[in-house]
């Protein structure tokens, strides 16, 4: 690990490094479920299915996905859950020995270690409004997405949950930070197609003893869940045109 990061992807994985250390990776499974399920259910997973989890953290959304797509009558479905903290991937990897269809990868969004056309569908959990350059992130999963392949980006930080921006300046690493329709141009203008949004509620009951850093007050917070995490969707087109006569496998 770095003493000075050197690039905006070294002081994510030291600021990531830390959380994991902290035991912020498995935190945040329970403030993340109620939301990751609904996506999950939306991703309609069949067994035999390639997928990403995209910021993978310490990987309990991970080990959900595996379980959805291993073993079936369509064949062996794999998870890559790739991560920029190499503390969160061996957090992940340690409580996944039990599975055999997940490989943790320590790299960067903007850089991902895989072959292109590979995946059917990808998720993101509350890691995409962290990437530096989200242009290039976008380019790299649709590098990596198989034709039809479908995206999930799921994110609790942006413009229309007004009570989301009140962690903005406690985070210690730059964010971005945008409205629905501003993302929903950006996977556009990526070549994207059928691209949609859904707004998830978050619907776990908030205690009235329960202490919280991120927001000013309880009533906030119910309010932010209440108007939820934004869920965006997109698919990979199908750019393949075969020459007349042939057949595309
Ligand atoms: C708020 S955590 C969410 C983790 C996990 N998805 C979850 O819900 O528990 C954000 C995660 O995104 C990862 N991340 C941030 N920037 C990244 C990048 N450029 N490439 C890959 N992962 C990144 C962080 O290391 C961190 O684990």
Redesign the pocket.
């Known amino acids: 690990m770095p003493d000075q990061p050197a690039n905006p992807?070294q002081k994510?994985q030291l600021e990531?490094n830390q959380?994991a250390e902290r035991g912020e990776?498995e935190k945040?499974?329970r403030h993340?479920l109620d939301i990751?399920g609904k996506a999950i259910r939306l991703m309609d997973l069949r067994p035999g299915e390639r997928v990403l989890d995209?910021?993978?953290?310490?990987g309990?959304?991970t080990r959900l996905l595996a379980r959805l797509v291993g073993e079936g009558p369509e064949g062996f479905g794999q998870v890559v859950g790739?991560?920029?903290?190499d503390e969160?991937i061996r957090l992940a990897r340690a409580s996944s020995r039990d599975f055999h269809n997940i490989l943790y990868v320590w790299?960067?969004?903007?850089q991902i270690p895989w072959e292109e056309n590979f995946f059917d569908k990808m998720l993101s959990?509350?890691?995409f409004y962290?990437?530096?350059d989200q242009d290039r992130?976008l380019s790299e999963i649709f590098r990596v997405m198989a034709p039809h392949g479908r995206i999930f980006i799921l994110i609790n930080l942006y413009t229309d949950n007004p009570y989301s921006l009140q962690w903005v300046d406690k985070l210690n690493v730059p964010v971005h930070v945008r409205s629905e329709a501003e993302y929903l141009d950006l996977l556009k203008r990526h070549a994207f197609e059928n691209v949609e949004s859904r707004r998830l509620p978050d619907d776990t009951p908030t205690p009235d003893d329960y202490q919280t850093k991120s927001f000013n007050n309880l009533e906030d917070l119910r309010a932010f869940k209440k108007i939820g995490a934004l869920l965006l969707m997109a698919s990979k087109p199908d750019l393949r045109t075969p020459a007349p006569g042939y057949k595309v496998y």
């Open positions: 992807d994510l990531f959380w990776g945040m499974e993340h990751t995209l910021g993978c953290g310490a309990w959304a790739l991560d920029v903290s969160m790299g960067s969004a903007q959990v509350e890691s962290y990437y530096p992130a």
